[in-house]
T-cell receptor, first 111, second 113 residues
Framework: GQSLEQPSEVTAVEGAIVQINCTYQ??????LSWYQQHDGGAPTFLSY????GLEETGRFSSFLSRSDSYGYLLLQELQMKDSASYFC????????????FGSGTKLNVKP | NAGVTQTPKFQVLKTGQSMTLQCAQD?????MYWYRQDPGMGLRLIYY???????DKGEVPNGYNVSRLNKREFSLRLESAAPSQTSVYFC????????????FGPGTRLLVL
């Protein structure tokens, strides 16, 4: 099975940097993905790490360490519009059509 | 290009009633998914369809059935609704080759009384 743990809530100020962690226990997976979801909206794909290391996409970066069963999403130069929930997710190596999501981290950006 | 669409947006049911949630995508994607989202529990996979004509159970399939009507449409049916099925339901699709990217519909908010 797959289990992904995230902090439930994080608060940061506008312009700051925030890191959202995801620790996991899996029986095998292809890589770690991140999704953003605004209140009342649909999840949207942000980034994906297939290999260990850092992937950068504009203000957002994502990191994966398979040896530590750990990943994180790094948001820089925070803006008010970044206030949302962020989910990590894995695709099951035993069944590549099955995805498992963490419980999500609600990010509150304050002025 | 509408992406992934879902109907209805909101629904209130009484315990024991049945209903079908509709999902359609116009992106020619092979794989389609149904998730439910409950407060504090993230997204849980109910059923998925890897391609037209195939469906498989996900993490929480009990109480649900699905139909992959054609490549575009994937419906979710509740035969006898229960209060525990009160949730937000999201449909998603994924193109072949884009291994991790799922595109989600706007969701259906279901309340079972």
């Amino acid at each position: 099975g797959q289990s992904l743990e995230q902090p439930s809530e994080v608060t940061a100020v506008e312009g700051a940097i925030v890191q959202i962690n995801c620790t996991y226990q899996t029986s095998g997976f292809y890589g770690l993905s991140w999704y953003q979801q605004h209140d009342g909206g649909a999840p949207t794909f942000l980034s994906y790490n297939a290999l260990d290391g850092l992937e950068e996409t504009g203000r957002f970066s994502s990191f994966l360490s398979r040896s530590d069963s750990y990943g994180y999403l790094l948001l820089q130069e925070l803006q008010m519009k970044d206030s949302a929930s962020y989910f990590c997710a894995v695709r099951d190596a035993g069944n590549f059509n099955k995805f498992y999501f963490g419980s999500g981290t609600k990010l509150n950006v304050k002025p | 290009n509408a992406g992934v669409t879902q109907t209805p947006k909101f629904q209130v049911l009484k315990t024991g009633q049945s209903m079908t949630l509709q999902c359609a995508q116009d992106m020619n994607h092979n794989s389609m998914y149904w998730y439910r989202q409950d407060p504090g529990m993230g997204l849980r996979l109910i059923y998925y369809s890897a391609s037209e004509g195939t469906t498989d159970k996900g993490e929480v399939p009990n109480g649900y059935n699905v139909s992959r009507l054609n490549k575009r449409e994937f419906s979710l049916r509740l035969e006898s609704a229960a209060p525990s099925q009160t949730s937000v339901y999201f449909c998603a699709s994924r193109p072949q080759g884009a291994r991790e990217t799922q595109y989600f519909g706007p969701g259906t908010r279901l309340l079972v009384l």
